[in-house]
């Protein structure tokens, strides 16, 4: 989860926050390695395919873990603010890239994905100088549907319960396609308003 909140002045980025995004960012090879070794639906080896899921969700609970920790005790810091949203884009590219390489999820699904959450976040960067985009409902509705959607297609569940689990995979992996295409266009609109707003009032701000 993007943390946006003001940074205070003595936070170090030697805290528990910043360790579990670092955390997260160690697992990504982990993950690609197992999910890998599963094989499409977790036909080579079930067991790897669950230690995939297993490390997938782990990541992502330090996702919501480091967020929350760094906002309730004061620690954002510069360095969350950038190695954050990299490590979620790292864990859920991979993500995509290794389901579709697998023939589990087509590619040009997983291609405006990627180019959706890496352009957005190389605009925030862009735009930052005008102002901080906070994350808004879309992207966190976006975000839990993203991860839904992979943990269902990530688990090897299609051997044993048939073709229905596949086609619930895909069902909310439609409903986090259009959600990341939607709230991507939504935050386009919000940079440039962002940035005339900030040119009208006689800035950019300086926000480093």
């Given at each position: 989860?993007?943390?946006?909140?003001?940074?205070?002045?003595?936070?170090?980025?030697?805290?528990?926050?910043?360790?579990?995004?670092?955390?997260?960012?160690?697992?990504?090879?982990?993950?690609?390695?197992?999910?890998?070794?599963?094989?499409?639906?977790?036909?080579?080896?079930?067991?790897?395919?669950?230690?995939?899921?297993?490390?997938?969700?782990?990541?992502?609970?330090?996702?919501?873990?480091?967020?929350?920790?760094?906002?309730?005790?004061?620690?954002?810091?510069?360095?969350?603010?950038?190695?954050?949203?990299?490590?979620?884009?790292?864990?859920?590219?991979?993500?995509?890239?290794?389901?579709?390489?697998?023939?589990?999820?087509?590619?040009?699904?997983?291609?405006?994905?990627?180019?959706?959450?890496?352009?957005?976040?190389?605009?925030?960067?862009?735009?930052?100088?005008?102002?901080?985009?906070?994350?808004?409902?879309?992207?966190?509705?976006?975000t839990v549907l993203q991860t839904i959607a992979?943990?269902?297609?990530?688990?090897?569940?299609?051997?044993?319960?048939?073709?229905?689990?596949?086609?619930?995979?895909?069902?909310?992996?439609?409903?986090?396609?259009?959600?990341?295409?939607?709230?991507?266009?939504?935050?386009?609109?919000?940079?440039?308003?962002?940035?005339?707003?900030?040119?009208?009032?006689?800035?950019?701000?300086?926000?480093?």
């Amino acid at each position: 989860m993007t943390r946006t909140d003001a940074q205070p002045p003595n936070a170090s980025n030697w805290n528990l926050p910043n360790a579990l995004t670092t955390l997260r960012i160690l697992l990504v090879p982990f993950f690609v390695w197992f999910l890998v070794a599963g094989g499409p639906f977790g036909h080579d080896s079930q067991a790897m395919r669950w230690a995939a899921f297993g490390v997938f969700a782990v990541a992502m609970l330090t996702d919501k873990l480091d967020g929350d920790i760094a906002r309730a005790r004061g620690l954002i810091t510069s360095f969350g603010k950038i190695a954050d949203p990299i490590a979620d884009k790292l864990l859920t590219g991979a993500a995509f890239v290794v389901l579709s390489m697998l023939g589990e999820l087509w590619w040009w699904v997983t291609i405006m994905i990627l180019v959706r959450e890496w352009g957005i976040t190389l605009m925030r960067f862009v735009v930052i100088r005008y102002g901080v985009m906070a994350a808004g409902k879309g992207g966190k509705l976006k975000t839990v549907l993203q991860t839904i959607a992979l943990l269902v297609m990530i688990l090897p569940l299609v051997p044993v319960v048939g073709a229905w689990w596949a086609w619930l995979g895909w069902f909310f992996m439609a409903l986090a396609l259009i959600s990341t295409v939607v709230t991507g266009i939504d935050y386009v609109i919000k940079a440039w308003q962002l940035r005339r707003d900030a040119l009208a009032a006689g800035r950019p701000v300086d926000n480093s």
